[in-house]
């Protein structure tokens, strides 16, 4: 597996944006992003960004921080892509 580099970010350009939305990430991948979330509880934007060093080349995720309902709660969770829910436990 190629080593990976991670940088954080909470805004991303335009131009990052277009270039990510071609890149769908392996398990793998969009695992070593999520271990390094912030809690979603005490992050205050909307978007975290990180990217990814793969084949030498960076690659953007961004995470997206919505209310989940859970019966009588309604906790922070990060999304990725609208499709994939991040809990706590999976980080």
Request: hydrophobic fraction near 25%.
């Amino acid at each position: 597996m190629p080593s990976s580099d991670r940088k954080r970010s909470s805004e991303s350009s335009s131009s990052a944006r277009s270039h990510s939305s071609k890149f769908i990430p392996n398990m793998a991948q969009l695992q070593q992003a999520i271990e390094d979330l912030p809690d979603p509880e005490s992050w205050s934007e909307k978007t975290y960004a990180c990217t990814i060093l793969v084949e030498k080349k960076q690659k953007l995720l961004e995470f997206t921080r919505k209310r989940i309902n859970r019966g009588e709660e309604s906790p922070y969770r990060w999304v990725y892509q609208g499709r994939v829910l991040i809990r706590k436990r999976d980080s």
